[in-house]
């Protein structure tokens, strides 16, 4: 029955079908990259061509077909989106779970190390270790997944917190099911939904983070990144120099608006389909 | 209040071992042979043996960690493999800068968020509401260097209406007309980070007004023949406030990531166009300076909105202060 109310309320979210449609597309666009376009690469023979029927985008200064670029681009987003949700959760469940559940010592440093990383600054810790240990897409991504899980473990915990009071858990403990039972499977279960939502913000954070990396010259030189084209564009002075080819930086910076957008309308539903009384 | 205010000291010196600590781990846990992190490897064989021993890399990384802090204590955060300045120095002559555009910032997010976030509480579900929500998503969703460069493409390229990098026109002029001309230079990057930030400081004043509107006190006042006027100045409002400034405090941290971008468009001469030039030129020293530079800032920015919520919430003011 829960099932049921969920898909309704969320079909009846208009907003939330973009975003789950914009997702799709996207996750669509990354798997099937190949099959849509070449990878671009070497130097085209229309150097900063503005949009046209035969390059929607336009050209870059090398002359490669920025749709093209942008579709790989998205690719990568995806990848990196991915190693980072999983490593996030790999930390900050267990992590929220654990400090919510058990009173006393290891909850309250748990709970403190939380703290400190929600405050730490923490886009400029990630641009050191990038700078240190260089660049490539997975190091990227490894690098921003590590410093992702202080909010979901806010999350885990807060909901843990008010599951642990309830009384099928106290039932399970006077049952005798082993803790990491209890942890893992009853409350996980009931909580699921507030982690989701923090998920899918994640996913558009970690896009966000990449490209900013990517931007300040820490992505990887060899694959294609929505960062990485708005990098070569600023490189290039494409954007208070004449000539102004404003198609090569517009193109993928709305990209990467439209995929965060995408993820956070996505969240929002799911937060709405399982808080249905937050709405009125 | 006391007891508060010495477990938040407490936090905040923490947060700023941890990182120097993590400043410390990141140069000696990767696979990159440290030596070559901290000491320029242009600089004669003596003088790297000399400055290898000063940091004490033959030793235990215990030994090794007593010596990076009582080297820190001193000042002393190593040398600039660019320009062979103390870090320290380096990172002064910028911080000004940095803190300068994060305060306007601040200011201008909180004089502009909260009347907007309130208004947008108590307009709960009407037209401004709504698209104020709307705004929220989109601002939360903003890539920096997209609203940076369309703002250079309209106020630069366009219309030359503003300037297009630095913070004032060399050579710098005297007096007033120096401060008009940072001013001038600082318009585009504020109102950048603006957009980034005020989006959080919306959502927070909204979400907690709406939870204060709802709280029988609130009803008890209206009961009592008070006005709307009086009841949201005098009763709600100063309740409502209190998550949002614990909020603005938490977010500083991840303003400093927008600076950084920020700053680095704009050639803004602040710590974030700094990391930006360390990292073309793989300037190690001047990196984990800056992030631990960075971390202390954010730090006592928030150890100062602590102060301010203490002195906003009663319970902490007046009570032993469990919050």
């Not at chain 1, 900063?48 to 050209?59: I, K, N």
């Not at chain 2, 997209?146 to 050579?171: C, D, E, K, M, Q």
């Not at chain 2, 203490?310 to 919050?323: M, Q, V, Y």
């Amino acid at each position: 029955m829960s099932q049921r109310s969920f898909t309704s309320t969320f079909r009846k979210n208009r907003l939330g079908l973009v975003g789950f449609g914009g997702v799709v597309f996207f996750l669509l666009l990354g798997i099937f990259a190949p099959l849509i376009t070449s990878y671009p690469k070497g130097y085209g023979t229309d150097i900063m061509a503005s949009p046209s029927f035969v390059h929607l985008f336009g050209t870059d200064g090398l002359g490669l077909d920025i749709l093209s670029e942008i579709i790989w681009g998205a690719r990568t987003s995806i990848y990196v989106s991915f190693i980072a949700v999983a490593l996030a959760f790999a930390i900050g469940v267990p992590a929220g779970l654990v400090s919510g559940y058990i009173r006393g010592f290891p909850g309250a440093i748990i709970d403190t190390l939380i703290d400190v990383f929600l405050t730490l600054p923490v886009l400029p810790l990630i641009i050191v270790i990038a700078a240190v240990v260089g660049s490539s897409i997975t190091n990227v991504a490894i690098v921003i997944g590590l410093f992702s899980w202080p909010s979901l473990a806010r999350v885990t915990r807060n909901a843990t917190l008010r599951v642990t009071e309830m009384q099928f858990i106290e039932a399970a403990r006077c049952l005798g099911i082993k803790q990491r039972v209890i942890l893992f499977k009853h409350i996980l279960i009931v909580i699921i939904g507030p982690i989701l939502v923090n998920l899918t913000l994640i996913m558009a954070t970690s896009v966000l983070s990449e490209a900013g990396l990517s931007f300040l010259g820490l992505g990887d030189p060899s694959t294609w990144s929505w960062g990485t084209i708005i990098k070569k564009a600023w490189d290039a002075g494409a954007i208070i120099d004449t000539p102004n080819p404003y198609w090569w930086w517009f193109a993928p910076s709305l990209s990467i608006v439209f995929y965060v957008v995408c993820f956070n309308l996505l969240g929002n539903a799911i937060n709405d389909a399982l808080n249905p009384k937050g709405r009125e | 209040m006391a007891d508060y205010i010495f477990r938040r000291l407490m936090k905040s010196l923490l947060t700023v071992f941890i990182s120097i600590t993590l400043t410390f781990l990141i140069i000696r846990l990767m696979p990159a042979d440290p030596v070559s992190l901290m000491v320029d490897p242009k600089l004669s064989p003596e003088v790297q043996a000399q400055m290898r021993s000063n940091f004490g890399l033959d030793k235990p990384i215990y030994v090794q960690f007593g010596i990076y802090i009582a080297n820190l204590l001193k000042g002393n955060l190593g040398y600039s493999f660019k320009t062979r300045e103390p870090v320290v120095l380096v990172l002064l002559q910028r911080l000004p800068w940095t803190i300068l555009l994060m305060l306007t910032t601040l200011v201008i997010s909180l004089s502009v968020g909260l009347p907007v976030g309130i208004i947008a509480a108590k307009k709960r579900n009407q037209i401004f509401d709504r698209v104020v929500n709307v705004l929220i998503t989109l601002s939360i969703s903003i890539f920096i260097p997209f609203i940076s460069f369309a703002f250079l493409y309209v106020f630069g390229y366009r219309l030359h209406l503003l300037p297009t990098g630095g913070a004032y026109t060399p050579p710098p002029s005297l007096g007033f007309k120096y401060v008009l001309d940072i001013a001038r230079h600082s318009i585009l990057p504020t109102l950048t980070l603006f957009l980034g930030n005020a989006a959080t400081i919306i959502l927070y004043s909204r979400n907690s007004m709406i939870d204060v509107l709802k709280e029988d006190y609130i009803r008890t006042a209206f009961a009592k023949g008070w006005n709307d006027r009086y009841v949201t100045r005098q009763h709600a409002l100063k309740n409502a406030l209190i998550p949002t400034v614990t909020i603005t405090g938490l977010m500083i941290g991840s303003m400093m990531g927008g600076a950084i971008m920020t700053e680095t468009i704009y050639a803004w001469p602040g710590v974030g166009r700094l990391i930006y030039d360390a990292v073309s030129a793989m300037d190690y020293p001047v990196l984990q300076g800056a992030f631990l530079m960075l971390s202390i800032t954010v730090v006592a920015m928030n150890f100062i909105t602590d102060l301010i919520v203490a002195k906003l919430d009663p319970r902490i003011r007046l009570a032993g202060g469990r919050a």
